[in-house]
């Protein structure tokens, strides 16, 4: 499976995406500090960064082909209990399919299969600047 290159935000807080095709992503991160608010709960920009990431990923590597880019339109994201350790997983299903943008619907749950947050990502299609 293709891997972003070291460095990028989802390799910094440990994002694991461990499938993905045009329609369905699932993935997951550790809980750790490098993910924490203050307050000992998952910061709310990680869910948020991690259904981004999700999203675009699988939209990038669909219409790659075609010369275009995949990158973040909108994310809406809600929180639903807070989660202070273990793991949090994620499944991105795909809702639309359109020639300039994608919608992805994520949903998150903790170690015992609980939903702790929803998200909504559309993602942006466009041509490939760099050729």
């Not at 998150?108 to 947050?117: L, V």
């Not at 559309?122 to 600047?129: F, H, L, Q």
């Amino acid at each position: 499976m293709p891997k972003p290159p070291p460095g990028r935000l989802g390799d910094v807080l440990g994002f694991e995406i461990t499938e993905f095709d045009d329609e369905r992503v699932v993935g997951s991160f550790e809980v750790t500090d490098a993910v924490r608010q203050p307050f000992g709960i998952v910061h709310g920009g990680a869910y948020a960064a991690m259904a981004e990431s999700m999203a675009s990923v699988a939209t990038y590597f669909a219409v790659a082909s075609d010369g275009s880019i995949a990158v973040g339109q909108n994310n809406d994201t809600s929180f639903l209990r807070p989660v202070s350790e273990g793991t949090v997983s994620a499944t991105a299903t795909r809702r639309h399919r359109g020639r300039t943008s994608w919608i992805w619907d994520v949903e998150f749950s903790d170690g015992a299969g609980r939903p702790c947050a929803l998200a909504r990502v559309t993602i942006a299609v466009r041509p490939n600047p760099a050729g």
